[in-house]
C-alpha cells in the first residue's frame, strides 16, 4: 500500500541549531512528496515539494531532496529559529489514486532561545 | 485571495445534537476533502469529493455525511455527535489533476469538542 513513515517527536532544538525530520514512503506508484507546515493554532501550509527523484524542494531556509533509491524526502534546514516552532507534515500524492495525499503522523518542533 | 474557508473555528456541542460545519473555496477546485487530526494519529481522511454529487468515503467516515451540491461547498454533518467525535477538523482543496504538482490548499481548522 501507501504510507508515509516520519520520525517521532517532539523535537527540541536551540535557536541555530540544525535541523534533519525523516520522512519515508510506501508507493504503489510515483509519487509525488510535500512537506507542510502546521503553526500553533492555524491550518496546514505546504512549505514545499518535489514532483520526481531527485528534485530538491525548498522555501524560507527549509530543503528536502526526493531520494527514490532510498524512497526518502528529509526534511533540514541549517538554522533554525524560534519562528520555525510548528507541527511538521511529510505527505504523498499519487496520480493512479485519484489524488489522493497520504500524510505521516506530524512532527512536532519546538526552538529555543 | 485563494483560500478555503472553515466555520465554525471552535465548536463545543452535547452528544446528540445534529451539526454542520462549513467548508467553502473560492478556487474553482474539483476536489475537496475533510480531515480530522488526532494526537498521535496525524491527519485521517474522513471524505472526499472529486465533483459536484460526486462523494466518497475516506479512511474514517463512519458518525459523519457529507454533501457536495456546488463546487465551491463541502460540508461535514455530524448527525448524532458523539465524544470520540472531539478532535480538530480541516477541509482541503485542490484542483483535479493538478494535486500531485501542487498540493492541497487547506482551511484554518475547526476544533470541535463534544461533552
Known amino acids: 500500500g501507501n504510507s508515509v513513515t516520519q520520525m517521532e517527536g517532539p523535537v527540541t532544538l536551540s535557536e541555530e541549531a540544525f535541523l534533519t525530520i525523516n520522512c519515508t514512503y510506501t508507493?504503489?506508484?510515483?509519487?509525488?512528496l510535500f512537506w507542510y507546515v502546521q503553526y500553533p493554532g492555524e491550518g496546514l501550509q505546504l512549505l514545499l515539494k518535489?514532483?520526481?527523484?531527485?528534485d530538491k524542494g525548498s522555501n524560507k531556509g527549509f530543503e528536502a531532496t526526493y531520494r527514490k533509491e532510498t524512497t526518502s524526502f528529509h526534511l533540514e534546514k541549517g538554522s533554525v529559529q524560534v519562528s520555525d516552532s510548528a507541527v511538521y507534515f511529510c505527505?504523498?500524492?499519487?496520480?493512479?489514486?485519484?489524488?489522493?495525499?497520504?500524510f505521516g503522523t506530524g512532527t512536532s518542533l519546538t526552538v529555543i532561545p | 485571495e485563494a483560500q478555503v474557508t472553515q466555520n465554525p473555528r471552535y465548536l463545543i456541542t452535547v452528544t446528540g445534537k445534529k451539526l454542520t460545519v462549513t467548508c467553502s473555496q473560492n478556487?474553482?477546485?474539483?476536489?475537496m476533502s475533510w480531515y480530522r487530526q488526532d494526537p498521535g494519529l496525524g491527519l485521517r481522511q474522513i471524505y472526499y469529493?472529486?465533483?459536484?454529487?460526486?462523494?466518497d468515503k475516506g479512511d474514517v467516515p463512519e458518525g459523519y455525511k457529507v454533501s457536495r451540491k456546488e463546487k465551491r461547498n463541502f460540508p461535514l454533518i455530524l448527525e448524532s455527535p458523539s465524544p470520540n467525535q472531539t478532535s480538530l477538523y480541516f477541509c482541503?482543496?485542490?484542483?483535479?489533476?493538478?494535486?500531485?504538482?501542487?498540493?492541497?490548499?487547506f482551511g484554518s481548522g475547526t476544533r470541535l469538542t463534544v461533552v
Open positions: 518535489a514532483t520526481k527523484a531527485d
Open positions: 508507493a504503489t506508484g510515483y509519487p509525488s
Open positions: 505527505a504523498l500524492s499519487l496520480k493512479n489514486t485519484g489524488n489522493q495525499f497520504y
Open positions: 469529493s472529486m465533483n459536484v454529487e460526486v462523494t
Open positions: 482541503a482543496s485542490h484542483e483535479l489533476g493538478r494535486g500531485t504538482v501542487y498540493g492541497y490548499t
Open positions: 478556487m474553482n477546485h474539483e476536489y
